[in-house]
């Protein structure tokens, strides 16, 4: 699952089905107008691609957003359990994206789900600096604390 902000109001989003048989892989795509966050615009993104699917199936995401992540392993089974709310400041209140969350949780008792974190880091530019060994720690700590009572007693 991808999406991308395109002009101020205007999102891009997609997400792909490649089949474990290695038939040609499925991509729909589409755009989204308004204020989207990101993580809403990847849980409409969840939802659409679930929902799309013909029958029960396997699936494996990808994510961007931990969140997402914590939301559908954690959050959903509280949220079902206490009416879609959660404890916000001591009182209990609707949680965002209540429709969204919903469907998400009807097309997880269809299909099998896997989610694992999407994590890219940029490249690093310089190569790191090599730690010094536990006795070149050791020694370098022992000198700085005889050194000063050799130049002492000499």
Not at 44 to 57: F, G, Q
Not at 133 to 140: N, V
Not at 145 to 152: D, E, G, Q
């Given at each position: ?8 109001d ?7 089905f490649?089949?474990?048989?290695g038939?040609a ?10 204020r989207i ?6 849980l409409?993104?969840?939802?659409w ?6 029958e ?14 914590r ?5 959903l089974?509280?949220?079902?359990e206490?009416?879609?709310?959660w404890?916000s ?13 919903r ?31 536990l ?15 050799r130049l002492?007693?000499?």
């Amino acid at each position: 699952m991808t999406h991308q902000q395109v002009e101020a109001d205007r999102y891009a989003w997609s997400f792909t089905f490649q089949a474990e048989d290695g038939s040609a892989p499925r991509h729909v795509c589409d755009q989204e107008f308004g204020r989207i966050s990101s993580e809403n615009l990847e849980l409409r993104t969840l939802v659409w691609a679930l929902e799309s699917l013909d029958e029960a199936s396997q699936v494996t995401i990808l994510c961007r957003h931990a969140s997402l992540i914590r939301g559908i392993r954690q959050g959903l089974p509280e949220w079902r359990e206490k009416d879609w709310r959660w404890e916000s400041f001591g009182e209990m209140v609707p949680i965002s994206h209540q429709q969204l969350w919903r469907r998400l949780d009807r097309a997880l008792s269809i299909h099998q789900v896997k989610c694992r974190l999407w994590r890219i880091d940029a490249p690093q530019t310089t190569p790191p600096k090599p730690k010094p060994r536990l006795h070149q720690q050791k020694t370098g700590f022992l000198n700085r604390l005889i050194s000063p009572y050799r130049l002492a007693s000499a």
